[in-house]
């Protein structure tokens, strides 16, 4: 009730004088002259206008005070992330060297990506630059240098009348989705960025729609006898699927309840919505299992039904703001996997086309942006094999070859050691399930198998050997397990032709990462500081007892986004 009662209150404050055109239709009715002139000149204007602009740029006769921003982030994808994917689908479908990206047809600039303690981002502070405006330390989701929570443009886009949500391929509460929906000085505090997404703050729920994996952090560590899943990590043993689902959400959980979400209106999906699809991540796209996870574009053809039909419903309603990551690119990266990298990004345009169809038919103003928070992996489609002059080749059907991720095949190999290792079958079960079946590597060495053999069951070893197989054949290069500080691109779109100009204006070119989220904060007339003054009793810290500390380490190994236990 509070919430409601505030929410109202802040919508005015928010959006309180917006220069946003509408139209007034009882101003014009009582000047009938200016009706005839103005309607002789909106007819000139149209059939000029209507020569001059590109068909994309859709003429509604009706207009349509509402707008849609979709904002997406490529975690971790560099320009050269790109140019692999472009040649490697050019490669596997026989295409000529002209067929681009979704994405390539769209390209307008590139973001510098910088956090404010380091020329090096990560996640966290890259998303924050986006969600807040602002340079933070890396590591922090929605809070400025001094850790004041900070004003979101998710947020502030709620409090002005629009739907909201997110969808990602990681965890709902990793640092992307956490830094619009949260605030906390350390990204791995996720039990405590669950709570807020869930509304447990001094804003209420902003958040309408979160799709993605990373059940882990709603219920309970130790239970094992949930009905959620088998990996709950909460330790304060609360559930919050089940309270979430009290106070009125709508959970789905599994690939089957989610495909009843999807039918061509929206009608099956009541908000606020939560779909946890995985523990932890949802798999890599070369390893998915379509009969358990929803691809990416899956999930976001959900995710528009669902915002445009609430908007559409709801007349005081200004449109919505949806933030959709590819957010697994950057696992590939940290794995130094070019062959998962490429499929990660293939499914990641596929989710922008979706999307870009969606804008392109829709009657209401609709605004793509997407951009990276920074590279990782510091790859390079070249790499020099040996100590003579390197030939200048890189091998896509390496990468086509292989069919499966080394993080799944870490796993396939642990399990065999663990449950056949000392049978003597290890051997060939390396050279012709591993390598041969699951890579399509055959010109393996002895010392590659011998490599394997000896690594036992250390599955990030082996993931490491297996990943720079395939890497190397492919002449693939990778510098870093981490991430690198090179500039990443924007790309835009808009179904109208004033709104390109302003897009044009203000991120063609290069630019700061703040500026991307300036950008969001101010085609949607958002007052990003008025909401941090309403934020400031969110709790956000650790209380620094010895005790806490021990009990919320980071779960997730830094580099490979994995359980560390
Ligand atoms: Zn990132």
Redesign the pocket.
């Known amino acids: 009730m509070m919430t409601h009662a505030l929410a109202g209150e802040q919508t005015r404050l928010v959006s309180g004088s917006t220069s946003r055109s509408r139209p007034n239709g009882r101003r014009i009715s009582k000047r009938s002259k200016v009706v005839i002139a103005t309607v002789i000149s909106i007819g000139l204007l149209l059939a000029l206008v209507h020569l001059a602009f590109p068909s994309t740029f859709a003429l509604r006769s009706t207009p349509n005070k509402k707008k849609n921003v979709i904002f997406f982030?490529t975690?971790?994808m560099g320009p050269a992330s790109l140019s692999m994917a472009r040649s490697f689908n050019q490669h596997i479908h026989d295409l000529p060297i002209d067929n681009i990206l979704m994405l390539d047809q769209h390209f307008i600039g590139s973001s510098r990506t910088r956090s404010s303690d380091s020329l090096v981002?990560?996640?966290?502070a890259?998303?924050t630059a986006f969600a807040c405006a602002l340079k933070s330390y890396n590591g922090a989701i929605g809070v400025d240098p001094h850790q004041t929570p900070c004003g979101t443009v998710l947020e502030a886009a709620k409090l002005a009348g629009y739907f909201t949500g997110l969808v990602v391929t990681t965890r709902i509460t990793d640092?992307?989705p956490a830094s619009f929906s949260s605030h906390a000085d350390f990204r791995w505090q996720e039990d405590l960025i669950a709570t807020h997404q869930l509304g447990e703050y001094p804003l209420g729920r902003m958040v309408d729609l979160l799709m993605g994996g990373g059940r882990t952090h709603f219920y309970p560590q130790g239970s094992d006898a949930s009905p959620y899943g088998h990996q709950g990590s909460r330790k304060d043993g609360r559930d919050l699927i089940d309270e979430a689902q009290s106070n009125g959400w709508q959970y789905v959980g599994d690939r089957k309840s989610f495909d009843s979400l999807l039918n061509a209106h929206g009608d099956n999906v009541t908000l606020p919505l939560l779909g946890l699809f995985a523990d932890n991540d949802i798999p890599f796209e070369i390893d998915r299992d379509e009969k358990e996870y929803p691809s990416l574009k899956e999930q976001v053809s959900v995710a528009l039904k669902a915002l445009e039909k609430a908007s559409d419903e709801d007349e005081d309603s200004n449109g919505f703001f949806l933030m959709v990551e590819g957010?697994r690119i950057?696992h590939a990266g940290h794995q130094n996997d070019p062959a998962s990298q490429v499929r990660e990004v293939l499914a990641f345009d596929e989710a922008f086309q979706y999307v870009l169809e969606f804008a392109k038919n829709s009657d209401t103003e609709t605004v793509l942006v997407s951009t990276?928070?920074?590279e990782?992996g510091g790859l390079v489609t070249s790499r020099q094999i040996t100590a003579s002059y390197p030939e200048y080749v890189w091998y896509p059907q390496v990468l086509a070859n292989a069919t499966h991720s080394g993080e799944f095949l870490k796993k396939k190999l642990v399990d065999f050691v663990h449950d056949l290792g000392a049978t003597g079958k290890l051997e060939n079960f390396i050279k012709h399930e591993i390598l041969e079946r699951d890579l399509g590597i055959f010109d393996y060495t002895d010392d590659d198998v011998n490599t394997l053999i000896h690594l036992g069951d250390n599955a990030n070893a082996i993931q490491e050997k297996l990943n720079d197989m395939v890497s190397f054949r492919a002449q693939i290069g990778w510098t870093t397990h981490g991430?690198s500080a090179v500039d990443v691109n924007i790309y835009a779109y808009t179904n109208r032709k004033t709104t390109w100009s302003r897009i044009l204006e203000k991120l063609q070119g290069n630019h700061e990462n703040t500026e991307i989220g300036q950008f969001l904060a101010d085609y949607l007339e958002l007052n990003l500081n008025k909401v941090t003054d309403l934020i400031r009793d969110t709790k956000h810290s650790l209380n620094f007892s010895a005790t806490e500390i021990t009990n919320e380490v980071p779960h997730y190994d830094e580099y490979y986004h994995e359980l560390s236990t």
């Open positions: 982030v975690d971790g981002t990560d996640s966290a890259g998303a640092a992307t957010s950057d990276s928070d920074h990782t991430h």
